[in-house]
């Protein structure tokens, strides 16, 4: 199983990206998709979910600026982050959890390792 985010880099303030993470081994219709960072000097934190029913869960710190998608004939769940601010700069990972997505941004737990993450930077 492989969970493998791209799409990071360097962004002013109040710009936009969009982070892609490619799922394999794994069905959408078993697992829930979580999008997740970790700052540095922080702990893990989830931030958003994509279930498998396809509803869409956020953490409140980007509920509005952020919207998760999929495309499960590319196997691959988006996040587009807009109005980024510097406090967004972090690596940036995708896992996945057959809990809830209330439970996956929450816990901001994945079944699955990580991977490398992608690093996002927002600064001027």
């Known amino acids: 199983v492989q969970l493998q985010a791209s799409g990071g880099g360097l962004v002013q303030p109040g710009g936009s990206l969009r982070l892609s993470c490619v799922v394999s081994g794994i069905s959408f219709d078993t697992y829930n998709i979580g999008w997740f960072r970790q700052a540095p000097g922080k702990g893990r934190e989830g931030l958003s979910c994509?279930?498998?029913?396809?509803?869409?869960h956020y953490a409140n710190a980007v509920r509005g600026r952020f919207t998760i998608s999929s495309d499960h004939a590319k196997n691959t769940v988006y996040l587009q982050m807009g109005d980024l601010k510097p406090d967004d700069t972090a690596v940036y990972y995708c896992?996945?959890?057959?809990?809830?997505?209330?439970?996956?941004?929450?816990?901001?737990?994945?079944?699955?390792?990580w991977g490398q993450g992608t690093l996002v930077t927002v600064s001027s």
């Open positions: 994509i279930s498998k029913e396809g509803g869409s």
């Open positions: 896992g996945a959890s057959p809990s809830i997505c209330e439970a996956v941004i929450v816990t901001a737990r994945s079944i699955f390792n």
